[in-house]
């Protein structure tokens, strides 16, 4: 079955970075567009980025957009998550998936979900 296993997350200070991982399997990576998405407490699931299969095209959402960066190794079938410049704000469980869609940011679109890691940032 699929499976998307997160790791990277951790507690960091407001200015620092983190880089998250997602190691995928049984899927065959290079058909699916891969995204990170977050959720913090009480609030609904958002897509902060995401990339075309071969990794060309990368999409952003306004809240993160020149922080972050994703990026994928199709060789090792795993997709990454720069976040640098952290804010509080950011803090969040972060989750990894997949989309056999030509998907951008809508959370919906995803076939494939991690079990998320948590992302903190203090102030």
């Known amino acids: 079955q699929v499976q998307l296993v997160e790791s990277g997350g951790g507690l960091v200070q407001a200015g620092g970075s983190l880089r998250l991982s997602c190691a995928a399997s049984g899927l065959t990576f290079t058909n699916y567009r891969m995204g990170w998405c977050r959720q913090a407490p009480g609030t609904e699931r958002e897509c902060v980025g995401a990339?075309?299969?071969?990794?060309?095209?990368?999409y952003y959402a306004d809240s993160v957009k020149g922080r972050f960066t994703i990026s994928r190794d199709n060789a090792r079938n795993t997709v990454y998550l720069q976040m640098d410049s952290l804010k509080p704000e950011d803090t969040a469980v972060y989750y990894c998936?997949?989309?056999?869609?030509?998907?951008?940011?809508?959370?919906?679109?995803?076939?494939?979900w991690g079990q998320g890691t948590q992302v903190t940032v203090s102030s």
């Open positions: 990339l075309t299969e071969y990794g060309i095209v990368t």
């Open positions: 998936a997949a989309s056999g869609r030509p998907t951008r940011l809508r959370a919906s679109d995803y076939n494939y």
